[in-house]
């Protein structure tokens, strides 16, 4: 873990004003996008026009992802940056793909912070209608092959620098078996660990699991390096909140509960006029989704309790069978959306 390393130098440095995106030094994207969230992670993190002054018309919604936690000086959050540092390719060594910087809390039992792949790079971000097709920097070409030399000293020199922004000249996946990211935070304790889209604030994917030995794996979903999931928020909580926690979160519960009564009687009443049916509901591993007739087109969207999309998938015909197997235990909202009407659930996943 390289605690401490590289944070403050890709976040608080020059105006964010001066970027160009057809610039082919992708440090800029890195600040805008990782940077620009957890560079300022030694001190507090500041909502304000103090920092990257281009980033927050993007993540203003940010605010109410970390309203839940202290961050000020004196709240003890640690900052930590983990990284692959390898990832071979047709045995050639190059910088790796997947970066995770977070805050740990004092108690160690809770972190918060962005995963990212790297090669969300000038690749991905090349605009060909401004910028025209993408060429490497430097057109020399001393051997005269037709590749510049800059193109040439990428793919032919074993690179050990882990801060390389200018390493991948398209995008690449991450995988979980070899770039895997850790998180320090206390062993023996089962945690839930939350991947959010930034842009939309959506959860990607959940998931909960046993940390034995310090080092608990985040199993992210895979990273593609595409402008709508250039990084992930991640948080981590303990299985067993706190009782003023959970308090909250069953004063939350009590009101969905009454509106998800509200939207099951709907559903009742949808049931005699024979529209939609949702069954087994409590549901464990699958849901089974039933229309009164055949669709070209349904959306299903399962909402959290706390109004967040957790999934969202279509289907055509009349039977959908929607896999419930990485969801966490709870309360939910299930919307059916289909021959322009919209039906609503609660669904309990137990």
Known sequence: MHKRESIVTHGE?????????????????????????????????????????DLWPHFGRLNSFISGYDFNEDGGWVAYHDYDEMHYENWQRKPGIVDLFYLLSPDEKRAVGVLGNRTYNFFTQWDNTKCGAFVWTGVEDDDGDGYPNVQEYFELTDDDKTWNDSAYHYSRSAHYINESMQVDVKSMKWYIITYINPLTLQVVSTEAKYNATGKLNLSFPYLTGTEDRPILLVTVEPKNKNKSTENYLDSVQHSLDQIAMEFQETGVLNLENENARVYPNPAEDYVIIELPLDVSLCRVNILSCTGLMVRTVEFTGQTYRLNLADIISGLYILRVEYDKKVETFKLIVQ
Do not use: E, K, V
């Open 13 to 53: 440095t020059s105006s964010g004003l001066d970027y160009c995106t057809c610039d082919n030094d992708a440090q800029w994207i890195r600040d805008l996008w990782m940077g620009a969230f957890t560079g300022i992670c030694t001190g507090p993190l500041l909502w304000d026009n103090q920092h990257r002054q």
